[in-house]
């Protein structure tokens, strides 16, 4: 994306947040193909884990259009978010998957019903999520770079513009997180 398109895609954020369903509409375009991007790198990198990459796109913004906080500070905010938005909604669909797998109540879920996430894969994300959240409460930086590089698929700059840090902030939290949680995960 070009400085023009991201100035762009600033201003229509804004204006989406003082109310501009207009700005909405004008917006979607731009960010569409990015949003793709993030949501099949991520797919891409779980191998037995498919989920098509418009459903999940088309998810996160159902997420993203009705939440009711959208003070969008910029297009890096933006897309920061729409990573959490995908983590939430890739977390919900393994934790349903493996109720179901238990013989619990299944619950219903958005995404349409060729979508799957392998059983061997549903354990996996469940537990990756909750050390997440345990790292979070220790140090919330550290946990959003894993959620931003993992389920937003972002780059190092790209998180460094995100979370407004250095590149080397981002390489050492991501150093510590990788560790801290492989280290969780294996006792799990």
Known sequence: ??????????????????????ALEELMPLVYA???KM?????????????????????????????????????A???GVAAQAMRHILVDYARAKGRAKRGGSPQRITLEDHLYVTDERTDEIVALDDALNELETLDARKSRVVELRFF???????????????????????????SWLLNELQRG
């Open 152 to 178: 937003g698929g972002m780059n190092t700059d790209e998180i460094a513009g995100v979370l407004d840090v250095s590149p080397n902030t981002v390489k050492r939290d991501w150093r510590f997180a990788r």
């Open 34 to 36: 990015e949003l793709h």
């Open 77 to 79: 905010h933006f897309f």
């Open 39 to 75: 949501a099949g790198r991520y797919l891409n990198k779980q191998g037995g884990h498919t989920l098509q990459t418009t459903e999940l796109i088309h998810e996160a913004y159902l997420k993203l259009a009705g939440a009711d906080e959208r003070n969008w500070k910029n297009r």
């Open 1 to 22: 994306m070009g400085d023009t398109e991201t100035h762009q895609v600033t201003r229509l954020l804004a204006e989406w947040s003082d109310g501009s369903e207009k």
